[in-house]
């Protein structure tokens, strides 16, 4: 994808998200964010977005310090103002990276063909996948992915977030497990090797332990936990659930 192309996602994603905000109590829970309620998210999303313009806007070269997540949460608007606020700060988002020069220089913590293409790709995953929660948090049934994004996303957590050194080891039954992942309204296959080392990826063909088959959109969000694996192609048993909770579960990602 190219960067307007990304823009243009990041676009439709936030506004999707606000709608949903909108429509969901500022006490419903969050279902896929254990803990969190809509304020929670919100405010999230909100303080992700600033942070991202802060690269992009004033073209900052290294890592800057900032709060853990309690100050960012303690930080938001009140609970009132939330929705407002993350729809100014998507807005300002979308100007500045649409404002950037193609050859913008600064922080990065992904590979990618440029800074910009990088701030434009992660902040429409970001904000894809916090669209849904924010639409089940409203009692909604997601709106799917767009596919073309959705396959992104999915080259992005894997030879993006999961080629770096993993920060912890999992035990995987067996030492180590092979999944396949295809898509059935795209052309896309990737082969995932999952062992307590790590996670290794290509695309293509290749034998595995487990294939598992949906939408670009449904294997999206299954690999990100906004999914759940039943009715998914390939998990239509407790034991093959079972197996795939216990490779791909546990994983999470770090901002850097």
């Keep these: ?40 998210l919100l405010a999230h999303i909100g303080f992700v977005h600033r942070w991202a313009t802060r690269y992009v806007a004033t073209a900052i070269s290294e890592m800057a310090d900032e709060p853990d997540e309690a100050a960012i949460l303690a930080c938001a608007p009140g609970e009132g103002g939330r929705v407002a606020w993350v729809a100014e700060g998507h807005a300002a988002l979308v100007r500045a990276l649409r404002a950037a020069p193609a050859d913008l220089e600064c922080w990065t913590f992904l590979a990618a063909p440029c800074p910009l293409a990088f701030w434009a790709r992660r902040q429409a995953h970001e904000t894809a996948v916090h669209r849904v929660d924010a639409e089940l948090a409203a009692g909604l049934v997601p709106t799917p992915v767009d596919p073309e994004l959705a396959a992104d996303g999915i080259d992005e957590l894997l030879f993006g977030f999961f080629a770096r050194p993993p920060r912890r080891t999992f035990e995987i039954p067996g030492g180590a497990v092979t999944l396949a992942l295809e898509t059935v309204d795209r052309p896309e296959r990737w082969v995932v090797r999952v062992s307590d080392l790590g996670v290794e990826a290509r695309r293509g063909p290749g034998q595995c332990d487990l294939a598992v088959r949906g939408s670009a959109s449904d294997l999206y969000l299954l690999l990100w936990h906004r999914r759940s694996p039943r009715g998914v192609e390939g998990l239509e048993t407790e034991s093959l659930r079972v197996l795939f909770e216990q490779v791909w579960g546990p994983r999470g990602v770090t901002w850097a």
Excluded: F, I, K
Excluded at 17 to 38: E, F, N, Y
């Design 1 to 40: 994808m190219e960067v307007d192309a990304y823009v243009a996602a990041l676009d439709r994603e936030g506004h999707l998200l606000v709608d949903a905000a909108r429509r969901a109590g500022t006490t419903s829970p969050v279902p896929t964010c254990p803990g969190w309620g809509q304020p929670d």
